[in-house]
């Protein structure tokens, strides 16, 4: 039987997901992710590897939430470069990096974090800029 056959012929299993709470992480690595947008653009989206206290294994987390005006937002990590080549400035990556005063993505690691729940309907976690 080959592997597909195999996962198709499983049975629900009787462990809960382990939901984890929002606290402080610490960034263990960063590494960039090629996505497709919407409008099947290929770039790339920043994820940091962090160490949760509630977890053996690392988490990744390619989200963060911080507030726009008046507004808590939740944004993805993509990387976009301005004209001259450095990070644009205004994206969630800059947001990011200046809400943790650090000069880029490297910077990050060994620093630590806030989680934050996504939304109040999702129990994935995304790092607090605010």
Known sequence: ???????????????????LKPAK???????????????????????LICKHPER???IEIGKVKLVKGNTVKV?????????????QKGSAIAELLSFYSVENLKALEGKEI?????????????????
């Open 1 to 19: 039987m080959n592997e597909t056959q195999a996962k198709l012929d499983k049975k629900v299993g009787t462990k809960e997901r382990q939901i």
């Open 25 to 47: 992480v610490k960034v263990v690595g960063v590494r960039l992710d090629p996505k497709t947008t919407k409008k099947n653009k290929e770039t790339e989206i920043a994820v």
């Open 56 to 58: 053996e294994e690392p």
């Open 75 to 87: 944004s993805g990590l993509w990387y976009d470069e301005d004209d001259d080549g450095f990070i």
């Open 114 to 130: 806030d989680t934050a729940k996504e939304s109040d309907s999702s129990n994935y976690l995304v790092i607090k800029c605010y």
